[in-house]
């Protein structure tokens, strides 16, 4: 399994604040993704990433941006959060080839009250 | 319509039996194929991939229909440890991007 931390691991915060989470991986893998998972909907991409500074929108990205400044760090902001941002949040990452599998960080559990 | 269908759960079934799930696909360009299992409260971890020609690992077996566009996942001789929810995963163009099913829900019971 790829080296893949989270952090934080849980939150809670207030509607308006910005949060940021934290992807880190050991793996120089090049692929890393941003997924939420949320009751009735499964797991659905916010952004990835497929370089340094490359970075495009996945199918849930309004209210999200990310960062990649260096490979092993994939960054998803919060600009002002929103209860309807309450979910699970999962990174992964997949190696040269995107054809690769997948592999997931632990996911962090952020509540916006 | 979603573009990944997974088989509606819960399944229940005791230990020993051989039980099957389906998943279908929409997008005819789709590239590669995983069945990925996730435990409750857990990140999902792959189980296998899946190939044209089937592929087996165990006590499971993964088949890949690309004419009908549907995937399935055989479990034989079930276990309480394989009590979880099966995702099956599409990988849809070059940057790697997935789809994942609702998932399906196995309990195994004694």
């Known amino acids: 399994d790829a080296g893949i931390t989270q952090s934080p691991r849980h939150k809670v915060t207030e509607t308006g604040t910005p949060v940021t989470l934290r992807c880190h991986q050991t793996?120089?893998?090049?692929?890393m993704y941003w997924y939420r998972q949320d009751p009735g909907h499964g797991l659905r991409l916010i952004h990835y990433?497929?370089?340094?500074?490359?970075?495009d929108k996945g199918e849930v990205s309004d209210g999200y941006s990310v960062s990649r400044s260096k490979t092993e760090d994939f960054l998803l902001t919060l600009e002002s959060a929103t209860s309807s941002q309450t979910s699970v949040y999962f990174c992964?990452?997949?190696?040269?080839?995107?054809?690769?599998?997948?592999?997931f960080g632990p996911g962090t559990r952020l509540t916006v009250t | 319509r979603k573009e990944v269908e997974q088989d509606p759960g819960p399944f229940n079934v005791p230990e020993g039996a051989t039980v099957a799930f389906n998943c279908t696909y929409s997008?005819?360009?789709?590239?590669?194929f995983f069945w990925y299992r996730q435990d409750c409260r857990k990140e999902p971890k792959l189980l296998m991939s899946?190939?044209?020609s089937g592929n087996e690992d165990g006590r499971f077996t993964a088949q890949l229909n690309r004419a009908s566009q549907y995937i399935s996942l055989l479990i034989r001789d079930s276990k309480l440890s394989d009590s979880a929810t099966y995702l099956c995963?599409?990988?849809?163009?070059?940057?790697?991007?997935?789809?994942f099913g609702d998932g399906t829900t196995l309990t195994v019971k004694p």
């Open positions: 995963v599409v990988k849809r163009d070059n940057a790697g991007k997935s789809t």
């Open positions: 990433s497929y370089g340094v500074k490359d970075t």
């Open positions: 992964a990452t997949s190696g040269q080839d995107s054809s690769y599998e997948q592999y």
């Open positions: 793996e120089n893998h090049r692929y």
């Open positions: 997008n005819s360009a789709s590239q590669s």
């Open positions: 899946v190939y044209s």
